[in-house]
């Protein structure tokens, strides 16, 4: 990777701590020499650096403030611009256009856009789509999805840390779980997601609570979600271990590849059954020794 990639990545790893809503690069990819339309002409000896400006929208001014000051002490040099938005409501319009998405052995739908009666062996979640992570638009959202379909559930306690949306614990109880917790610090997010678990029909009801999951840990699970931070996945992860019930699995995701050497070495407790990735996001399945 270059080092713009480099940085990038190590921002928005850093970033992600914070609960961004929205990532947008500001500065569209430049055109080869002589425009789009003209395929002979010569490419320029040096490449020049591309810049990169990206405008990153968060929910309260303490996360925007927060990542800010996290990103400052990565001591990359960055211009860094904070700026207040009018409330305008721009996180349900640029919602209002979500569609329903695959993933593993469910399909994750907004209320507008229902499938049809859907294939045998598939389910419908109804989410809706609010400031909680986790429409299934994110590749960490999706990766937990098709792990967690090849997972045997039925029967198990299941634990989900940082349940955003509530969709994999939805997920969870779908697939037979005896018994659904899940936890999230936001409590917003647990209010939206206490909303779409309503819109659905669950056969094990999901228990829905704000917390800290290392701070106010959980009864352990023997089937335990995590897609969090490649940063919080290293840092807690003897925390993590004490969640996962002996023998038990747990799913991770939300860090980068480049990250992964350093999550599956902080973790290793777990034996590593199965890894995934989606563009350079990763997930992976382990097992408790
Ligand atoms: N589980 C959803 C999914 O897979 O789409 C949402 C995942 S989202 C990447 C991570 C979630 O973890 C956020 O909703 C965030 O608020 C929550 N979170 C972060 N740190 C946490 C902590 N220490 N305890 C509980 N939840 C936490």
Do not use: K
Request: charged letters at 20%; glycine letters at 8%; hydrophobic letters at 50%.
């Amino acid at each position: 990777m270059d080092e713009t990639g480099e940085i990038g990545g190590l921002v928005a790893a850093t970033l992600a701590d914070f609960a961004p809503l929205a990532i947008q690069d500001l500065i569209p990819p430049p055109l080869p020499p002589g425009g789009l339309w003209d395929p002979t002409a010569p490419p320029p000896e040096e490449p020049p650096p591309t810049p990169v400006a990206w405008r990153v929208c968060f929910a309260d001014v303490a996360q925007r403030d927060g990542a800010a000051a996290a990103v400052r002490d990565l001591s990359l040099g960055l211009a860094i611009e904070s700026v207040d938005l009018p409330d305008d409501d721009w996180v349900a319009r640029s919602q209002a256009s979500l569609t329903a998405i695959h993933a593993g052995c469910f399909i994750v739908a907004p209320p507008w856009d229902l499938p049809g009666a859907p294939p045998d062996g598939v389910h419908v979640l109804v989410i809706e789509p609010s400031m909680g992570f986790g429409t299934g638009h994110h590749q960490t959202t999706r990766l937990c999805l098709d792990a967690l379909s090849g997972l045997p559930v039925a029967g198990r306690a299941v634990l989900d840390l940082g349940t955003g949306s509530g969709v994999l614990a939805m997920a969870a109880s779908v697939l037979g779980a005896r018994r659904v917790h899940a936890v999230d610090i936001d409590a917003d997010a647990i209010a939206a997601a206490e909303r779409s678990a309503a819109l659905n029909t669950l056969p094990t009801p999901v228990v829905f609570e704000t917390a800290d999951a290392f701070v106010t840990p959980p009864a352990p699970g023997d089937v335990v979600l995590a897609n969090l931070t490649g940063a919080m996945l290293i840092r807690s992860a003897d925390a993590l271990g004490a969640l996962v019930a002996p023998g038990g699995t747990l799913v991770i995701s939300g860090f980068m590849d480049y990250e992964r050497p350093g999550v599956e070495t902080a973790l290793e407790a777990f034996d590593v059954v199965a890894r995934s990735a989606e563009d350079e996001w990763c997930a992976a399945v382990l097992r408790r020794r």
